[in-house]
């Protein structure tokens, strides 16, 4: 029996591991999201006649190194986050137990030395998981001896401690020849969003994204092209949802709407279909117009998040694929989610390289000014294998990263000093009258905004 693990490495911690492209990155207790892309390697892995169990243990509770009839597991599988990539792996270590063990994830993929040297008798998907996962599996699996040469798409770590590694695969380019994710083997009730009833999965129509923003992930994992899967394959996996009972579904797609026409598409579909389903995406303001987002509200849209980043063009151009070249498309999208009732969300980024802190003020000025529900303010964060951690490696070693991964500073500002911007951010956004006087109307939601603004200073 194969075990595939979702490790959790503090308890009452929540990590949305299908976030920042695969880093995994943490989240409000309260907000729970299912591991997708494990039960993605599930359902591949039982294509393939393998008997297993997909456990998450932020949801479960602590896995066992043994299976139910008390055996030792063939081997785990473990997902391991960037955030707590160390006690991730020392849980994974513990339930394997000395099983063979299979490491992935973001990390995996762009700090495999690092991680092999940590764990020198694992193997390490470092491309595509489902292309390296199936490649494992076809060559053996854990029946494969010790001598073999990595399959391709993995690697580990040779006698001398240097990395070996498989030859390289090309990422799954027809999505739409995946199997559906193994949501059976999933506790859904148990994953949801704060202060929404019902259970939430999540999903994507796409992969890759061709903004290309210096900072991001999804890039660095997915790469630049944009991959969508076929209407009828990401239809079949909605109704899969709904038959479950979920009645909610967000979409993970690095740019949803990037494509018109498949987005009006989908949007149709799922208007007449009906279903009892609404979602919540993220997208950047100058992809949407507005028969789109009509057409969104119409299919059961109730949220968008929008990447918005930094009011300063400079850093929009140096960092952020200049997706807002002018503030006014940010406004005329909300204007839109305002009028067919969708509720929004700003994501802004403090702290870029050499970013002054009036560049920081004049954000946090521009997203007090916008039409916004909610806002998040975050620091900049050079994730592995990204430009921006390229830039920051290259440009001034002091940046380097601190254990919680932000950089130490920005070359102008220490750390210390954009967390105090982020905080004064959050409260010139939620001391506005109109806002403040919403936030009370939510006393549970306004408790956990309070406890995380709490938990910034306490960083
Ligand atoms: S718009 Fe930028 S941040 Fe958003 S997914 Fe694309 S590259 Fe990443």
Redesign the pocket.
């Known amino acids: 029996m194969l075990l595939l693990l979702v490790p959790c490495a503090r308890a009452g911690q929540a990590v949305a591991r299908d976030l920042m492209g695969g880093f995994g990155m943490e989240v409000d207790p309260a907000l729970r999201y299912p591991p997708t892309r494990a039960a993605l390697l599930a359902a591949l892995a039982r294509e393939r006649g393998r008997e297993l169990r997909l456990w998450d243990e932020s949801v479960e509770g602590p896995a066992s190194a043994r299976d139910e009839q008390g055996r030792p597991w063939d081997a785990v599988i473990a997902q391991i986050a960037w955030v707590e990539a160390e006690r991730e792996l020392t849980r994974a270590l513990e339930v394997a137990s000395g099983a063979p063990l299979v490491l992935w994830g973001g990390i995996a993929r762009t700090r495999a030395l690092e991680l092999a040297r940590a764990a020198p008798r694992a193997l390490l998907l470092v491309d595509e998981e489902e292309v390296a996962l199936c490649a494992w599996l076809d060559a053996g699996g854990e029946r494969l001896p010790s001598s073999a040469p990595p399959p391709a798409g993995c690697a580990r770590l040779d006698a001398r401690g240097e990395l070996e590694s498989g030859a390289e695969l090309a990422p799954w380019k027809e999505l739409s020849t995946l199997p559906l994710p193994a949501r059976d083997l999933l506790r859904n009730e148990r994953y949801g969003i704060p202060d929404v009833a019902g259970a939430v999965a999540t999903t994507a129509l796409t992969r890759g994204?061709?903004?290309?923003?210096a900072?991001?992930a999804?890039?660095a994992l997915e790469g630049k092209p944009l991959r969508p899967r076929a209407l009828d394959h990401v239809l079949r996996e909605l109704e899969q949802i709904v038959e479950l009972g979920i009645p909610r579904v967000v979409f993970r797609d690095?740019?949803f709407g990037a494509q018109r026409e498949r987005t009006l598409a989908l949007c149709r579909a799922l208007a007449e279909r009906r279903w009892p389903l609404r979602w919540q995406c993220?997208t950047?303001p100058k992809v949407l117009d507005e028969e789109r987002v009509a057409w969104m509200a119409r299919a059961g849209c109730e949220h968008i998040s929008f990447?918005i980043e930094t009011a300063t063009r400079r850093l929009q151009k140096a960092f952020?694929?200049d997706?807002l070249p002018d503030p006014e498309l940010a406004r005329r999208a909300l204007r839109w989610c305002r009028a067919h009732g969708i509720a929004t969300r700003g994501f802004f980024q403090l702290g870029f390289p050499r970013e002054t802190r009036e560049e920081m003020r004049a954000t946090a000025e521009l997203a007090r000014s916008l039409d916004l529900g909610s806002a998040q303010f975050c620091a900049a964060t050079p994730y592995p294998g990204t430009a921006l951690a390229a830039a920051l490696a290259a440009s001034d070693p002091l940046l380097a990263r601190d254990a919680r991964h932000a950089p130490r500073g920005n070359g102008l500002l220490a750390a210390e000093e954009i967390d105090a911007e982020i905080r004064r951010a959050y409260r010139r956004f939620y001391g506005r009258a109109d806002r403040l006087a919403r936030e009370l109307l939510h006393p549970s939601r306004l408790l956990r905004r309070l406890a995380r603004w709490r938990a910034l200073g306490a960083r």
Not at 209 to 213: A, K
């Open positions: 994204c061709p903004i290309d923003c900072f991001c999804y890039v690095p740019l993220e950047a990447g952020c694929g997706k």
